[in-house]
């Protein structure tokens, strides 16, 4: 289990981390949000002791991290941080053995993976060969090299296509089953949202919003309603309780202020003869995400 403890970090008189706690369980995917400056990245080098000047506690199985457990650590940064005039073979002997693997152990691995994102061939190109996509492969695939039992993956995503993008989903899945405490971190709550069950948001260092993702969206009381058939719009806007009528083109979002306003919108929609659609829906997470971020500025 990885535990943050009551953690405070300054840089000077800048409190760039204040108070933040959370644990986080063998096999799970845990989401750290935030905007640029909210804390994130400083948190980052905390859990992986590069910085140790803090209060609080960081804990890794009960075990304070330093150099004795990094290298059960895996770290994908969102800024490129390859060789670029190595290959990839180079590249992944270069970080295994950082990581304390031989390079039998190293070779077999990078196959392995290689193999799983379908780049195979690309053992003895050198990166600055590579497109922007598959450099990312190999970054991840070096994060990886030493199957870690805790990653941090900053904007794993950057650079991917929707094909590869699955790709690297079902590896970070399969990490997970295998016990993996995995700290995900991505601006598109979309990703957040394909695998985590529990995060943190933070602005300006301080924790916002926190918890099980599922009862964050069922507890937030602003709800949508998905419309398929034709509605008059100005007529929907006019219910008390309507705040938005979007037409996204086959069909209509009504956001509503709370579930209290469904049984009005019902009634006004049912007087239509062609309405082949009408489902209550959670708001999304970037919906939330948005709300929350912009509700700590305002204070």
Do not use: W
């Not at 950057?158 to 295998?178: A, C, R, T």
Request: charged share 30%; proline share 2%; with cysteine.
């Amino acid at each position: 289990m990885l535990k943050i403890n009551h953690v405070t970090k300054y840089y000077g008189k800048l409190k760039a981390v204040d108070d933040l706690s959370f644990e986080v369980n063998e096999g799970e995917i845990f989401g750290l949000l935030g905007v640029n400056g909210a804390g994130k990245t400083t948190t980052f080098r905390m859990i992986m002791g590069l910085l140790d000047d803090y209060t609080g506690e960081i804990t890794l199985n009960d075990k304070k991290i330093d150099y004795t457990v990094t290298d059960s650590i895996g770290f994908l940064t969102e800024e490129r941080s390859l060789l670029t005039k190595l290959t990839v073979k180079e590249q992944c002997i270069y970080y295994g053995v950082l990581k304390g693997l031989s390079k039998e152990k190293i070779i077999s691995r990078m196959k392995y993976l290689l193999e799983r994102f379908e780049i195979p061939d690309y053992e003895n190109k050198k990166i600055k060969e590579l497109s922007k996509g598959n450099q990312q492969k190999i970054q991840f695939i070096t994060a990886i090299l030493n199957e870690p039992k805790l990653l941090i993956l900053d904007e794993p995503f950057s650079g991917l296509d929707p094909i590869n993008v699955e790709l690297f989903k079902n590896i970070i899945l399969e990490l997970s089953k295998k016990g993996s405490i995995i700290i995900f971190s991505s601006h598109r709550m979309e990703h957040v949202e394909l695998f985590c069950k529990k995060l943190v948001i933070l602005v300006k260092g301080k924790t916002v919003l926190s918890g099980n993702v599922n009862e964050i969206k069922s507890s937030y009381r602003k709800k949508n309603i998905i419309i398929k058939g034709d509605i008059d719009i100005d007529e929907l806007k006019k219910i008390d309780g309507v705040l938005e009528v979007i037409d996204k083109n086959t069909e209509y979002e009504v956001k509503i202020e709370d579930s209290t306003i469904v049984e009005n919108v019902f009634k006004k929609v049912s007087k239509k003869k062609n309405i082949t659609k009408f489902v209550l829906e959670e708001p999304s997470l970037n919906e939330i995400f948005i709300s929350k971020v912009g509700e700590a500025y305002e204070k």
